[in-house]
């Protein structure tokens, strides 16, 4: 309030000392008093002229936030749907790799293979049975062995027109006539029924005392009984324990049967 008063009585004595001068018409004092005039406002010119500097800076700067703020959201926004893209391409190339080799497997393959899709899978029975998008208008017929490229998924049971139902390995019912590399060790090999959704064990029983299997040893088709051909790998042996008449050797599968995509069905050798 003070220094509001000064500049209002600074601004009627300068139009009083004006008025005084014009009143002269003298030129030269009205151009001193133009001056001195001139002279008394610069300061306060000078002063707004600073203030209006000072809030157009800030003006800007604040603008050059908002900008700055939606260019960093913009870059977020663009590295999220990057990462998403690169996830995308990864899995994308992991399912080629996963196809050329079940390709080459096709090609290289001793037996007629018809490949197939997996159609459908209960929770309730997911290690024991699934079913397939091929039928006998396909040339399915019941038991015929099913597998991947890494090794036996389990053999068809119940077949229509245009899908069928195949037994997995896992399953206490798909038994397998099997023998032990660098041995002369074959038995029986079955999963083990457990209670609902849980992973079943895998195991080779009938074998000698004395078999002595080491972990890692693989563990095949030995061809016995007609159903699957000889070669086709079951899996290696994770533990062997001796029982009071036999062996026994609990196997790691070779198929991981949890996450089965795509199989092959063999419907003849190649000649």
């Not at 049975?129 to 015929?144: F, K, T």
């Amino acid at each position: 309030m003070r220094i509001r008063s000064k500049l209002i009585a600074l601004a009627v004595f300068a139009v009083a000392v004006l008025v005084l001068i014009l009143g002269t018409g003298n030129p030269a004092a009205v151009r001193g008093a133009q001056s001195a005039f001139l002279g008394l406002l610069s300061p306060f010119l000078r002063s707004g002229s600073s203030l209006e500097r000072k809030f157009n800076a800030l003006r800007e700067g604040l603008k050059s936030i908002d900008e700055l703020e939606h260019e960093n959201r913009m870059l977020r926004l663009s590295n999220r749907e990057l990462s998403a893209t690169n996830q995308t391409l990864r899995g994308m190339e992991a399912e080629n790799a996963r196809l050329r080799k079940a390709l080459d497997y096709r090609a290289k393959a001793p037996f007629k293979l018809i490949s197939a899709r997996i159609i459908g899978r209960d929770t309730s029975t997911w290690f024991n049975q699934i079913i397939i998008d091929r039928g006998s208008e396909d040339g399915i017929r019941r038991d015929m062995p099913v597998l991947t490229e890494d090794g036996l998924v389990g053999k068809t049971t119940i077949v229509s027109e245009r899908s069928s139902m195949v037994i997995l390995m896992s399953d206490e019912n798909c038994k397998v006539a099997a023998s032990v590399e660098n041995s002369r060790e074959q038995g029986i090999v079955r999963g083990e029924r457990l209670s609902s959704g849980s992973t079943p064990m895998v195991s080779l029983f009938f074998l000698s005392k004395q078999a002595g299997l080491t972990p890692g040893q693989k563990v095949m088709t030995s061809g016995v009984g007609g159903v699957f051909p000889a070669g086709i790998q079951l899996g290696a042996v994770e533990e062997f324990k001796v029982r009071e008449l036999d062996g026994i050797a609990t196997l790691i599968p070779a198929v991981d049967l949890a996450t089965l995509q795509d199989v092959f069905v063999v419907i003849g050798e190649k000649r």
